[in-house]
């Protein structure tokens, strides 16, 4: 391991430049990234992504953090950029998101454990804007607020169904104004993924000040810069913007900055992160979240023309065990040798192998070893992908970090060398619909799409204030390729609807809601927070 200091150097900071926020954890300032960016040769970008996950995870995060080591153990100097984990999943099914096995960031439990604050100087804006919205309300609404058509919510970093309808401003003042309400997790909120995006601190306020909070009784956009939020709100992000320093369990710095939800908003750490670590080093190896559909669209379409780079190098991470569950096995038994429901489940990884050459991604096959696998069932996914043109390595980083991701990293280095680079999937200037049609028909499977009588509406109102430019951010379930989480494997020739289209305007781009989504998951019937615990001597145990 790595001191703060060495970390620093590693990329190219100086002492002045990065400062601490706990033990081997930095904060590096915002200017030392806007510096190095166009001023150095610009690094080789790998995107880390994945077939259809069971609700398990299938280990992008472990095979980013082992690829990284990979690199450095090879001789290359590499960063890993992951997004900071939320204490939702934490708390409920999914567990801590550091890696796991020999292949982790560093400090682990204070990382998944609140870490320097990002996430609750998000839920504070988050939350300031939401009180000044009805405080202005209280005051007589000069704005001309409609408080039926608020739509700016209030978040909390923590899964709780009971606030997901909620109904505010019922006390005895009469100057109280009553109205409907909710709660998102914060890593839904839009703060998150302005965050994610900005570049520095005027862009950061920029982005803020733009946000949409509520429409006036004549239809008119109610914005955050209107309710003299923004310069508050910036002030309270202002530690968080900066990206956080730590390191992989082998010593490589990893950057674990921002949070944004895979299937609510753009899924990936933030851009200041890659920036510096593009700027810095030979390699940048970015996690994307969930799979190829979700994950690897938004960063193509959302994340890269804002970077102004393309991908180099695309990793898509496979398992026996998720092949296995696509197939048609159970969550038990796919984890036990399955061959005929793996053979079927092969045609969910054809989808996804074709789904990155959609995307213009250069990829590798990363078959990430788990407990029961077997070698007939690892060679006959081989076979699969060597059919269609696209090499598999095994990924064995969970047990021995680095060094079983060295045939990894010397694939991903050959790929990223070859010159072939990402594409966005639609032109610019595609409107918000044909852009879902486009994603859907060729990413999903699906024969088309049907817009919803409230999606119309919404994008009648868009239109109305202006806010239909920019690409969008589809939100719907992970567990399938298509908007039903039930339907598994590879559907094909079915509808997808759009039952919403919502604008994040200061993220610049709008969601579009696909199935029944939840901005605020709850806490399943033996959720992780049962087994977390503290001993008597300050240790933290049971965070995985």
Not at 194 to 199: E, N, P, Q, T
Not at 420 to 437: D, M, N
């Amino acid at each position: 391991m790595q001191t703060l200091p060495d970390l620093a150097r590693a990329l190219g900071l100086g002492p002045d430049e990065v400062h601490p926020a706990g033990p081997r954890v930095g904060k590096v300032a915002v200017g030392a990234v806007r510096s190095r960016v166009g001023h150095a040769r610009r690094g080789k970008l790998v995107l880390i992504t994945g077939m259809t996950p069971t609700k398990h995870g299938e280990g992008k995060t472990v095979t980013a953090i082992g690829l990284a080591d990979g690199l450095v153990k090879a001789g290359r100097t590499a960063a890993v950029c992951l997004r900071q984990p939320s204490l939702g999943p934490i708390f409920g099914v999914k567990g801590g998101a550091t890696g796991g096995g020999r292949a982790t960031v560093e400090p682990s439990a204070e990382i998944n454990l609140g870490f320097t604050g990002d996430i609750h100087a998000v839920a504070a804006a988050h939350n300031l804007l939401a009180a000044l919205v009805d405080n202005h309300l209280y005051h007589g609404n000069p704005l001309g607020i409609d408080p039926t058509r608020i739509i700016w919510p209030r978040t909390i970093d923590m899964e709780d169904r009971a606030l997901r309808h909620i109904a505010i401003g019922r006390g005895a003042d009469p100057r109280s104004v009553a109205h409907e309400s909710s709660f998102v997790i914060a890593a839904a909120s839009e703060v998150m993924a302005v965050l994610a995006l900005a570049r520095d601190y005027s862009d950061l306020k920029a982005r803020l000040g733009r946000t949409l909070v509520a429409y006036s009784a004549t239809g008119g956009a109610v914005r955050a810069s209107d309710l003299k939020a923004t310069g508050a709100m910036a002030a309270l992000l202002r530690d968080a913007l900066e990206p956080n320093l730590v390191q992989t369990s082998e010593g490589v710095p990893a950057l674990v900055h921002a949070g944004p939800f895979g299937n609510l908003a753009h899924g990936t750490c933030s851009r200041l992160s890659i920036e510096l670590a593009l700027a810095t080093n030979e390699f940048c190896v970015v996690e994307a979240g969930f799979a190829t559909e979700l994950g690897a669209e938004k960063f193509v379409d959302i994340v890269t023309p804002e970077l102004g780079v393309d991908v180099d190098a695309a990793v898509l991470v496979v398992t026996q065990r998720s092949l296995r569950f696509q197939g048609g096995a159970s969550d038990e038994e796919a984890v036990r040798p399955a061959r005929a429901a793996l053979e079927r489940g092969l045609a969910n990884l054809g989808q996804h192998l074709e789904n990155l050459a959609a995307l213009g991604l250069p990829g590798v096959v990363a078959l990430n070893r788990f407990p029961g696998d077997t070698p007939e069932e690892g060679q006959l996914v081989r076979a699969f992908c060597r059919d269609r043109g696209v090499e598999v390595v095994e990924s064995r980083g969970f047990e021995e970090g680095g060094a079983g991701c060295l045939d990894l990293a010397a694939s991903v280095e050959t790929i990223a060398s070859s010159g072939r680079h990402s594409r966005p999937l639609y032109p610019a200037g595609t409107p918000p619909v044909a852009q879902v049609e486009t994603i859907a028909t060729r990413l999903y499977g699906a024969a088309r799409v049907l817009a919803a009588p409230e999606a119309l509406e919404d994008l009648r109102l868009l239109e109305a204030i202006g806010e239909l430019s920019g690409p969008v951010c589809v939100a719907k379930t992970p567990l399938s390729l298509s908007d039903n989480p039930h339907a598994l494997n590879r559907p094909e020739g079915f509808p997808v609807t759009i039952h919403r289209l919502v604008r994040s305007a200061g993220a610049g781009f709008t969601v579009a809601l696909l199935g029944a989504i939840e901005t605020m998951p709850g806490l399943p019937t033996r959720p992780s927070a049962e087994e977390i615990d503290l001993t008597p001597d300050g240790r933290v145990t049971g965070v995985h």
